[in-house]
Nanobody, 129 residues
Framework: QVHLVESGGGSVQAGGSLRLSCAAS????????MGWFRQVPGKEREGVAV???????NYADSVKGRFTISQDKAKNTLDLQMNSLKPEDTAMYYC???????????????????????WGQGTQVTVSS
């Protein structure tokens, strides 16, 4: 079992920056891929950025060039640096981890809230115009 706890959300004006962090504990060696997802009310959870155990990354087109995902294996943390934020980035952001998915699949895996192994409780990001 893996336990994920997010922090770092908040409110910011458009063009600003936020850094999200996810602390992982438990059987973290069992996970192959970790990532960040986001969800707004009434919509399905969508992949934002993912990283695998080799450090390879994958980003949603909507955040490429603005967001950077990174991990510190020694500290078991996963970060998401978000720059040039836009109002459409407003959402609840979730940290996720999976034992079997490949990095090529995790970002677009169907019904991720159900099919991805582990989730944090979420942290709210609000970007005002």
């Amino acid at each position: 079992q893996v336990h994920l706890v997010e922090s770092g959300g908040g409110s910011v004006q458009a063009g600003g920056s936020l850094r999200l962090s996810c602390a992982a504990s438990g059987d973290t060696d069992s996970t192959r891929v970790m990532g960040w997802f986001r969800q707004v009310p009434g919509k399905e959870r969508e992949g934002v950025a993912v990283i695998d155990s080799d450090g390879r990354t994958n980003y949603a087109d909507s955040v490429k060039g603005r967001f950077t995902i990174s991990q510190d294996k020694a500290k078991n943390t996963l970060d998401l640096q978000m720059n040039s934020l836009k109002p459409e980035d407003t959402a609840m952001y979730y940290c996720a981890a999976d034992r079997a998915l490949l990095i090529e699949n995790m970002l677009v895996w169907p019904d991720p809230a159900t099919n991805i192994d582990y989730w944090g409780q979420g942290t709210q990001v609000t970007v005002s115009s």
